[in-house]
């Protein structure tokens, strides 16, 4: 995070909320892209391949999800 001139707090690159031991949520301009494009990630959430829910600048959406009893 970082502030402007007027002193409001702003993006600058990412934000990631967690730690290598849990979930993580990634927001911002991230360094992954969508297969066969040049789309990046803006967000991403979940701790597994196998759980992710990611939304890419163009706006595609993938996610999965684990049916918990």
Do not use: C
């Amino acid at each position: 995070m970082e502030t402007d001139d007027k002193g409001e707090l702003w993006l600058k690159n990412h934000l990631i909320v967690g730690t290598n031991n849990t979930s993580t949520v990634k927001i911002g301009y991230l360094n992954n892209t969508r297969k066969n494009t040049n789309f990046h990630e803006v967000i991403h959430a979940g701790d597994t391949e196998q759980t992710p829910f990611i939304v890419y600048e163009d706006g595609h959406v993938i996610a999965n999800y684990i049916k918990v009893n």
